[in-house]
């Protein structure tokens, strides 16, 4: 804690002073060895670390190959009871930058959950905010809160915080899907509060639809009985149906020379909150980007971070200046202010959750967009 | 303007004082004399009528017969034209407590409004919000701000505040629908603003869907082109499809045993802005009902006006005591606290609309239910 | 109810048709005549009173002089006595175009209240929104659901909708002020409430400042006894003195050459609610404007009406057009979208409250401000 | 990054499964060996550090002493210039449990800032939002956007987010203060933005309120210069008079029995934006709280940290169960979800700010209250 020398970062310009005497860095370095013993340390030998000019995330920007995330985690099924203790079979993407934590970016959970046949993911509950999106398989079902959500490609699906939640496949084949939680920040923050529920689900029905969907999935319609606004949105399944068919007809509607895409050739929603029309939950936000073939995007910076996952087909990425071939399954992480662009030749659907609603709601939110 | 009597209302405690002399009273009518000269008027003689206990609302509960509405707006068809100057040929419900205003209730105006094969009703805005419920007919398309909408049976159409709109009949056939506004209340609060158009429609395509809709309404999905919060809904059309889904799921998940519906064997939905999860317009509220057969309501006082068009099936209201059987088509008003409850036997379909927003914007709302 | 003649506005085209043959006129008049017995009304005769192109409020500007108000005041102190069932001895500005109702415009009621020596206007509540402004005396103390607020001169007093309040003289002198209230907004939207409470006040404590100003009347500062935000403001008087540093500091400030007063030589403050920011009251607003000598206001409309009173000083409004000097007390009301300039040689201090929460708050605000 | 234990925490059940033969065991090793090239981590192995039952801060509770932090802020004062590229001379409180870090919590920068006579600190200008309060002295001035803000004992002062801001001493003696920011806060979320500004002050005029203050600074009073929203206070200095006189009006009300405190012999306000009524700053509230002499707190555990600074007198602090005396000038560190009590025989004044309002605008709240 005894820090000797001066970190400054280059963008910062030198502090112009005499050099000190052989007497004066003698004094200097008692002084500095006082304030280590008293738990204190001085902001000008860490200013240049602590307050650069613009973002230095320690996170990278990575690419994890859905053909090297499934084999893994189809090993782990064999190896690795699911239940009570380890109460998932989840595997987190490690950004190389965090120093070995399970973080994706410093906020953000991402992992491969993989459940295999007639298997159980025993019910709890906690205050981290969780979603899960397939990417491929179906037959396994979440009960959330009692209700049992059936998971299918392109689903988005919500368990937000403090709602109790478990899986079980009702098939004779594994399934896998992407988790993604606010685990990293809500450790960060110290808001961590868990509470274990019942060893099985609490419903094991198999409905194609949740009452969840059938009370509240209807567009500009919201039930009577629930007009209390809610910090989490009530629908806990957005299908993919409703997701493609709102993509696919801003792209329509473009072609007919309608305002309707974000730039040419990009369509996209946000997953909503019908209660506010916010985000879906309050530290993460959730979208889908459709890149009609030959579409690029714009070069976009944000302050807060991002992963996606390739839903379907193919494109190059390029994250901070380096560019990806992508595709299906594939997941990416872009840390903060990295800049970010998709191209695509044959058509790209991507799947992104991020923390801006966390910056947004704290007022530390920027963007910077430079169009060719 | 020379108030010469008490008018305090029975419900006030009698003023207590010796009464004037002749001398006093003399003077006191010349004092009186003086205020009415002066452009004044003591609170003492008129606080019974304007601060009752509760409210007296000048409007009454009153019925109109869809069989008395339809043939006076088929012969309007044939006696007036629909054009610039006149506008619409819309007849509104003139309540008979409101001494020949064409308002239904103090705030709302509520129409039949008929459209003749192949008329146009001219493109203009204005700062009145408007909505358009179907209850029979199509072949209609109203144009908003250049987004044609295909008018159909359950169907609710926004033409909010400032938006451009007109409308044109495609086929031989006639078609009548209902317009509710906020005229009377922006007449009253002297905020009127309106603007002519084009003599017809900006766009005369026929489409099935509009734009908005195929940007908007998707369940819990949000253009990343539309996320500005809009003070008024950016759905032009709440499709019967969804509405009557809506209603049907309530019901099945009471027969589940869920929680879903407001009260036994009542369903209910709000129409609502997909921005913000709040009314579809600043000044109307808009909700469908559905009883199923055997089902009765609470009975209810608002402090607000409503009025109710019966889309289907047949029962029995009562408006402030008096019963009235109705059925489709027919419309009636609920005034400020005048209690309401509405009973069926064959099952019920119930439009409405009301005012609700004004008090609950403005701090004055109050509901009291009493539950058999 | 049987409209026969077209009363279309002069400011909308004429509706182009053939003249009616005799034969047609005479089945027209049957049409409204039946249309009258049903309690129908067609838009095409009235759409040109109904939705003009811009506000034309039947309310007028119009001047009360304080040297007619308070002698009319002062004789009904004599003749009329103030209690129970009268409740106020309160006198209502009455605006020559309102048809003889006691309003000030079609939402706001304005009185000066008169109080003699000793005398107890007894206690009540109401849902109505209530302030007292005092342009001169004191010694009279309004008591706020127990909590007695002393009156004097520059003081804004609120008490709020369904707040118990009594008002008592202390002194041997009369007292004047100014009441505020939305009576004539709550009167049409039929939302009024009303209860009596004790005859006299609940507590005769006269201490200088009241306790919710002791609790809440410092800048920048919530108790956390009050960490719930209140549709009201929880204070109960803004005393003059604060007003008055916060106008001559926005001078002061403009003389440095500081960005601080709305235009030159004119400081404005806003009274408002310490646990929003927001407006006093959800219906009405109220400001204070100090206009250096030689400064003049730019000419405004606003789609909404307001009240002012002189507080100080004299000058020369213009209200739609014409000039009318104005001096301490004096009162005056510009309807909406009526142009309203104010001038001044001396200096004007001016008090003004108004109903612009309602249409802002509805999505009816407009303004439109013309500099010389 | 190859886990091979489970670090499952003593509070969850355990993990029922037959232990692994060694054949299993290595092949399991294997696994994990491919994860940790694979930069994946497995969630079973570390879910009983991530997702607790309850809170499990790093940071510990901790006590600073007034009587060691200055002494080693004069000799920095001797032997360390202030200006560019170091920027400020203050030194943070490092708290023992987060490794070395200068943070006092997770979230939050504590530090003590000295400045010598007549130096000066010059200006910049961070997406970080920074306060000061001052234990003791005055002379210096901080310039907020060019608005010089003088600095004295009891003062809280603002230099929101991305204003520029610099700081001179006018006196021959030095001055030191406490600085609070969301350094950390902003460090981990990688939003940090940094510019530098002038090497001296923009204004070196020494007023004794700031341009702010005059403009803002007055009780439910808001300039209509100033009506549009800040998400940051825009008073510069809360002066201690006003939260002196505020303090002693809660414990006077309470002492006439009237609801005004927090709890008995309790006062407390929080310092807010008057355009909100909410926290001053997005991600830092702060408050003060006075406890007349014998009163003690309720035992309070909170989602959130907080750092506290004795202002005045001086008591018992309990820490996570553990006994601090603390006096004036001594600041101390509860993090979150450890429980705080105070005690005190002679009177205590504290200053308090804390990470609340990240916690609270995030859905992450939650407080657990304890009395006795």
């Known amino acids: 804690?005894?820090?000797?020398?001066?970190?400054?970062?280059?963008?910062?310009?030198?502090?112009?002073?005499?050099?000190?005497?052989?007497?004066?860095?003698?004094?200097?370095?008692?002084?500095?060895?006082?304030?280590?013993?008293?738990?204190?340390?001085?902001?000008?030998?860490?200013?240049?670390?602590?307050?650069?000019?613009?973002?230095?995330?320690?996170?990278?920007?990575?690419?994890?190959?859905?053909?090297?995330?499934?084999?893994?985690?189809?090993?782990?099924?064999?190896?690795?009871?699911?239940?009570?203790?380890?109460?998932?079979r989840a595997i987190a993407l490690a950004n190389p930058g965090l120093g070995g934590r399970p973080y994706a970016t410093p906020t953000l959970w991402a992992a491969i959950q993989y459940l295999g046949g007639h298997e159980v993911a025993p019910e709890h509950r906690h205050s981290q905010n969780a979603f899960r999106f397939v990417v491929e398989g179906e037959g396994v079902w979440t009960v959330v809160n009692g209700d049992p959500v059936a998971m299918r490609r392109g689903d988005f699906l919500l368990t937000p915080g403090w709602n109790f939640h478990g899986h079980h496949n009702e098939t004779d084949a594994p399934m896998a899907w992407i988790d993604g939680l606010d685990i990293p920040f809500v450790h960060y923050t110290d808001t961590?509060?868990?509470?274990?529920?019942?060893?099985?689900?609490?419903?094991?029905?198999?409905?194609?639809?949740?009452?969840?969907?059938?009370?509240?999935?209807?567009?500009?319609?919201?039930?009577?009985?629930?007009?209390?606004d809610t910090v989490n949105s009530p629908i806990a399944?957005?299908?993919?149906?409703?997701?493609?068919?709102?993509?696919?007809?801003?792209?329509?509607?473009?072609?007919?020379?309608?305002?309707?895409?974000?730039?040419?050739?990009h369509a996209a929603v946000r997953f909503v909150n019908p209660t506010t029309g916010g985000d879906v939950m309050p530290t993460i936000r959730a979208e889908f980007h459709r890149l009609r073939p030959g579409a690029s995007t714009a070069t976009t910076r944000e302050a807060a971070s991002s992963?996606?996952?390739?839903?379907?087909?193919?494109?190059?990425?390029?994250?901070?200046?380096?560019?990806?071939?992508?595709?299906?399954?594939?997941?990416?992480?872009?840390?903060?202010?990295?800049?970010?662009?998709?191209?695509?030749?044959?058509?790209?659907?991507?799947?992104?959750?991020?923390?801006?609603?966390?910056?947004?709601?704290?007022?530390?939110?920027?963007?910077?967009?430079?169009?060719?």
């Open 1 to 88: 804690m005894t820090p000797t020398s001066n970190s400054t970062a280059p963008d910062r310009p030198a502090n112009v002073m005499t050099p000190p005497t052989a007497a004066e860095a003698a004094e200097l370095d008692a002084l500095y060895a006082r304030m280590g013993a008293e738990n204190m340390i001085p902001l000008w030998t860490e200013i240049g670390d602590l307050m650069p000019q613009t973002p230095r995330p320690a996170a990278v920007p990575h690419v994890w190959r859905w053909s090297t995330l499934l084999p893994i985690a189809e090993d782990a099924g064999r190896l690795v009871p699911v239940g009570r203790g380890g109460e998932r």
């Open 192 to 228: 961590t509060f868990f509470e274990f529920g019942i060893d099985r689900v609490t419903d094991e029905a198999t409905p194609p639809v949740s009452r969840s969907e059938r009370l509240w999935a209807h567009p500009g319609l919201r039930p009577l009985s629930g007009l209390d």
């Open 237 to 265: 399944a957005y299908r993919w149906e409703h997701t493609d068919a709102a993509l696919a007809e801003q792209l329509a509607l473009e072609d007919e020379g309608q305002p309707a895409t974000v730039e040419l050739g």
């Open 307 to 372: 992963v996606y996952q390739v839903f379907d087909g193919e494109g190059t990425v390029s994250l901070g200046g380096t560019e990806h071939r992508v595709g299906t399954g594939d997941m990416f992480v872009v840390p903060s202010w990295v800049p970010f662009t998709a191209q695509t030749d044959a058509g790209l659907d991507l799947f992104r959750f991020g923390d801006q609603p966390i910056s947004e709601r704290l007022g530390l939110a920027r963007t910077h967009v430079q169009r060719p």
